[in-house]
Every structure is written in C-alpha cells, then in structure tokens.
Nanobody, 121 residues
C-alpha cells in the first residue's frame, strides 16, 4: 500500500558529492518524520539524519556540516545532499518514513529498498 523508492546512489571519489532522493507513494494520508539510515558491511544500521514534517532536522555527529537532509511535502520526497564524502561513508543507504494511510489512525514505519553509496579513489 506504501512504497518508498530511492535513487541517486553510486560511486564517487573522496571529497565528492552525491544527492540521494526517496519518493513515497500509495494511499498516504500523512507523512510525519522522514529520515536516512545507512549500513556498512559487518556493521549495524545507523541513523544518518531525520527531518520532521515542519522541517526540523537532526544529524549524526559523523555527518554534521557535510550532509543536508530536506523534503518536499508536495512530492512526498526526502533528499540527502552529501558533500565532502569520505570512504567511511560507504554503505547501503535506506530511507525511512513515518506514515499514516487512509483508513488507519496509527502511523507505521516504512523503509525503502536501499541504495549503494561507494566512496573510493
């Protein structure tokens, strides 16, 4: 009933930039918070950044001043602008959204399929 589709991943050199996007579709009544998480091989999934419906943001210390999260509520889309990329940023990046659908009152957490980001020279 709800699908999150990510795009924008790929290979980039250290110091480069990449912009990820994630669009939600389906019988959506409202989207509350949205966010980005990442998981490197052999490591647990970790929070990268979140953004509320009103635009308040939160970042992991490791990406502050380098990454910027934003959203377009009219398009049900969240973005992650990644600058000054480091090899340590290499991971599968997942988008996340807290969504209520028509006919329900309790929000549910949805996840995208993930997109690979590789930072290497």
């Amino acid at each position: 009933q709800v699908q999150l589709v990510e795009s924008g991943g790929g290979l980039v050199q250290p110091g480069g930039s990449l912009r990820l996007s994630c669009a939600a579709s389906g019988i959506i009544r409202s989207i509350y918070s949205m966010g980005w998480y990442r998981q490197a091989p052999g490591k647990q999934r970790e929070l990268v950044a979140t953004i509320t419906k009103g635009g308040r943001t939160n970042y992991a210390d490791s990406v502050k001043d380098r990454f910027t999260i934003s959203r377009d509520n009219a398009k049900n889309t969240v973005y992650l602008q990644m600058n000054s990329l480091k090899p340590e940023d290499t991971a599968v990046y997942f988008c996340n959204a807290e969504i209520t659908i028509w006919g329900t009152s309790a929000p549910t957490i949805y996840w995208g399929q993930g997109t690979q980001v590789t930072v290497s020279s």
